[in-house]
């Protein structure tokens, strides 16, 4: 065994995924969740998994039974939408159970932490592009602010404790187990619905254009993110590349082989109009560059949801 890893939100979309990665590499993985959003169907059966709520003192349970060496921190409240309708609870989740969560690691001497944070939600209306790491960071909407506020406490708990960390600013990811019924990933909601036979709804003239990763490629950048050690904490992970609304469609359309088509509605008010990351300096410290391109991606991710 290589070591424990601690993952919180590893029966979720993102966490299984990555779960699925470290068990592959040899890792032992200890998964934290409370099923909020995640099913434990999606956890590995060789990782042990632990019902516990990260904003409870439940979790440091955990900590002391498992000792964990690493953790990756995966676990929060994602719904845009619901952070501006219950701030107080996307607060609770990713800046309180952030905290909860760093307590721990400072307390049982884990080495090293990996955070998930958000491109697309802490640049906000970006003032130019692809952004990089340097980018102002003006989140337009509470999920923004909660996600950047808790990239704060992992340099003060390196400042104040020594915790290492390493911080990933994923893009739009997408792939296999992503909800069909949240309320964000636009590939998984269009698939859902050409699934049960309902038309696909493009909020506007679906002209929008969003930079999608494929989560086994979000999974390899957390693995070397927790074994290498880099010069720079803050790294974008996604293409660099723009896709709209409508070519994700018509990609779906070709994977899927529907002639459905997508019914126009009203837009969506405080959603950017453009995003692309620049992911230069991940390629260069990590090593790290997206494998699977858009096509293969929405092809894979088809397959899952017509096997499911
Ligand atoms: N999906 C994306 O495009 C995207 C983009 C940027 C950042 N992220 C970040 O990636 C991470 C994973 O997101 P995801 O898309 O896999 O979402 P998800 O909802 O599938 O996963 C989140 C998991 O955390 C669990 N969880 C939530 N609150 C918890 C709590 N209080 N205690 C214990 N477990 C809790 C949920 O049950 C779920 O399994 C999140 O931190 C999210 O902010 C996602």
């Known amino acids: 065994m290589k070591g424990k890893v601690l993952v919180t939100g590893g029966a979720g979309f993102i966490g299984s995924n990555i779960v699925d990665l470290l068990i592959k590499n040899g890792y032992d993985v200890v998964v934290v969740d409370n099923l909020v959003t995640g099913n434990q169907e999606n956890v590995n059966k060789k990782a042990r998994f632990c019902n516990a709520d990260i904003t409870k003192p439940e979790l440091r349970k955990v900590f002391e039974k498992e000792k964990p060496d690493f953790v990756i921190h995966e676990a929060a409240q994602i719904n845009v939408r619901k952070s501006v309708t219950e701030p107080m609870f996307d607060a609770e989740s990713n800046i309180i159970g952030t905290i909860n969560v760093l307590e721990c690691c400072r307390d049982f001497k884990v080495k090293k932490i990996v955070y998930s944070s958000s491109g697309g939600a802490c640049y906000g209306n970006p003032e130019c592009m692809p952004c990089d790491e340097k980018h102002p ?24 404790y020594g915790l290492e960390y390493t911080i990933l600013r994923y893009a739009n990811v997408y792939g296999p187990r992503q909800d069909p019924k949240g309320e964000a990933g636009v590939i998984a909601i269009f698939m859902g619905r050409i699934k049960e036979g309902k038309i696909p709804l493009i909020f506007g003239d679906g002209k929008k254009t969003r930079d ?39 990609l779906i359309k070709k994977a899927s082989g529907t002639e459905a088509e997508a019914e126009h509605v009203d837009p969506v008010p405080g959603e950017v109009d453009r995003i692309r990351l620049d992911c230069g300096l991940a390629k260069k410290e990590l090593g790290w560059q997206p494998m699977v391109q858009i096509e293969e991606g929405i092809k894979r991710t088809f397959e899952w949801f017509r096997n499911k």
């Not at 960071?137 to 708990?157: Q, R």
């Not at 950048?221 to 994700?248: D, H, M, P, Q, W």
């Open 137 to 160: 960071v003006n989140p337009i909407c509470h999920y923004g602010v909660s996600k950047h506020a808790a990239e704060h406490y992992l340099f003060l708990y390196n400042f104040l």
């Open 212 to 250: 999608y990763v494929f989560v086994a490629d979000v999974a390899n950048a957390n693995l070397l993110a927790l074994e290498k050690k880099t010069r720079s904490r803050i790294f974008n992970i996604g293409t660099g590349k723009e896709t709209s609304v409508n070519e994700i469609f018509s």
